[in-house]
Nanobody, 121 residues
Framework: QVQLRESGGGLVQAGDSLRLSCAAS????????MGWYRQAPGKQRELVAA???????NYADSVKGRFTISRDNAKTTVYLQMSSLKPGDTAVYYC???????????????WGQGTQVTVSS
């Protein structure tokens, strides 16, 4: 079984910075990509940023230049450094991983439990 555990959410003021972390653990054979999605009340879940096995990154237009995704050397923990936060960034942030678990024949989408980020004006 594979688990994604997030940390780092909280309440901040507009203009502040915050860093989210997500650690993957369990019976992992290979991680193809990891990333962050967010869902605000009444809105669909949307991609915020992702990083592939080959270290290619992808960002939502709304966060380009403000957020940076990275990962540790073991490539099992992904970080989202968020700067110049805006009230519009308020949402539940979910960690996502496209991961090959041991003994499986295809990768599966895994999700963390979500962490709340609230940005006050």
């Amino acid at each position: 079984q594979v688990q994604l555990r997030e940390s780092g959410g909280g309440l901040v003021q507009a203009g502040d910075s915050l860093r989210l972390s997500c650690a993957a653990s369990g019976s992992i054979y290979r991680i193809d990509s990891m990333g962050w999605y967010r869902q605000a009340p009444g809105k669909q879940r949307e991609l915020v940023a992702a990083i592939t096995r080959a270290d290619m990154t992808n960002y939502a237009d709304s966060v380009k230049g403000r957020f940076t995704i990275s990962r540790d050397n073991a490539k099992t923990t992904v970080y989202l450094q968020m700067s110049s936060l805006k009230p519009g960034d308020t949402a539940v942030y979910y960690c996502h991983g496209l991961i090959w678990a041991v003994e499986l024949t295809q990768p599966i989408n895994y999700w963390g439990q979500g962490t709340q980020v609230t940005v006050s004006s």
